[in-house]
């Protein structure tokens, strides 16, 4: 009867309005325990059912209809949800990995979660890990190991939003019992569904598109295994203590009645400001998975579905002239994030050494990020034409 099953779960799907009296937007319940009438029903509580909420560190009614959702939206069977992103990433790791796993990584993915190999995984839990483009199978094949446990994956990536085949990878990894993870933050369940793919785990942060307003910081992990998924919350959430709080929960239920037309809206918004961009002559170049330059257009249109308000571009001028071009700009913000209802402008490799850099595989610290938030595509359009002319009628400045 209902062909978009996404927009049923974004809206009314999982919602009890009548035990709620009818309330059209479900309570907060701001309440660390719950209730037994009797110490034996209390003692035989059975908390694996949907029903049944003892203590707020393990579940709570307003964070599991949040996970009801989020799960529904990726063709999940569960989803656990938590206080930030990378709570969500490391969780992750933490409940797939034990010491003297190693663990595969694309270079590209979100940099604090190498950090946290750097800083914590490697040095403290004896994991190993070794990084790949993602763009090659042979390079992955050969990178596998006999303890080789996890394949973190970020498609598309931020920086040049590099799209890697995730049928053909979460295929291979599975060849050889490695679980394959996602952060599918960029796509939002509505333009990319890791799970049906072959993908093991995907990871959400809240904090961007999801809850979209840039009010609230949660992640979410999704898994169709269940005994993966008791492992993330029943074992890693519930000691670490990482649970998205009711609070939070409900501030991403409201963004998610708005996720598909704020997503259009910013689509079709980033689209035009992409080809302006394309067009401008001081621009040398522009990442955005919605032009048919980008190098894996082919894989794109196999596996995802849309795109949304976040690209980066170069310009034929120093990093300093990109700073400069940043300042320069009006309506977009100078911060980082991304996914609200705010455009957004940074170089987030400025400051990069060349080692990293070299890693990386890219040249040019004055990479412009942006986010094309909801303030109107002639808005934008404006004020990046404004910023562009007058760094263009000056003089390159002096690399330092
Ligand atoms: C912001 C972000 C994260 C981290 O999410 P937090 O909620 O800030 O912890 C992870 N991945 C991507 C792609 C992000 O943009």
Redesign the pocket.
């Known amino acids: 009867m209902f062909y978009d099953e996404q927009l049923l779960s974004l809206t009314h799907r999982f919602e009890d309005y009548q035990r709620h009296y009818g309330a059209v937007s479900p309570p907060v319940y701001l309440n660390s325990l719950h209730l037994f009438p009797t110490f034996e029903e209390y003692l035989d509580a059975d908390t694996a059912s949907e029903d049944c909420f003892v203590y707020g560190r393990v579940s709570n009614p307003t964070t599991r209809l949040l996970e009801r959702k989020l799960a529904a939206l990726e063709n999940g069977k569960d989803a656990a949800v938590f206080s930030?992103?990378?709570a969500a990433?490391t969780t992750a790791i933490l409940a797939t990995c034990r010491a003297g796993d190693h663990i595969l990584s694309m270079r590209d993915v979100?940099q604090p979660v190498k950090r946290f190999m750097s800083a914590i995984g490697v040095p403290r839990l004896n994991l190993t890990c070794d990084y790949v483009s993602g763009l090659d199978l042979g390079e992955i094949e050969r990178a596998i190991r006999p303890n080789t446990r996890l394949m973190i994956l970020?498609s598309p990536a931020?920086f040049v939003f590099t799209v890697v085949d995730l049928r053909a990878i979460a295929s291979l990894c599975r060849k050889h019992g490695v679980l394959t993870y996602i952060?599918n933050?960029?796509c939002t369940p509505l333009f990319q569904n890791p799970l049906d793919l072959g993908v093991d785990i995907v990871m959400h942060?809240l904090?961007?598109y999801l809850g979209g307003h840039s009010d609230v910081?949660?992640?979410a992990l999704i898994v169709n295994d269940e005994s993966l998924m008791r492992d993330i919350a029943r074992n890693v959430r519930e000691y670490f203590g990482g649970i998205l709080g009711p609070m939070e929960a409900w501030l991403v239920l409201r963004g998610l009645r708005s996720l598909d037309a704020r997503l259009k809206a910013h689509q079709q918004t980033a689209m035009r400001v992409a080809s302006f961009l394309e067009g401008h002559s001081l621009v040398r170049k522009v990442y955005y998975t919605g032009l048919p330059s980008h190098p894996q257009a082919e894989t794109i249109s196999r596996q995802m579905r849309g795109h949304t308000g976040l690209m980066s571009f170069e310009l034929d001028r120093p990093k300093e002239d990109a700073a400069r071009m940043i300042n320069q700009l009006k309506l977009f913000g100078k911060g980082c994030?991304w996914g609200g209802f705010e455009s957004l402008a940074l170089c987030p490799l400025y400051r990069a050494s060349d080692e990293e850099m070299r890693f990386l595989g890219l040249q040019n610290r004055g990479l412009i990020r942006i986010h094309c938030g909801l303030e109107g595509e002639d808005n934008l359009i404006g004020d990046l034409r404004q910023a562009l002319d007058s760094i263009e009628a000056c003089e390159p400045a002096r690399p330092q």
Do not use: C, L, R, V
Request: aromatic share 12%.
């Open positions: 930030s992103g990378m990433a979100y970020e931020t952060d933050t960029y942060t904090s961007k910081i949660g992640g994030s």
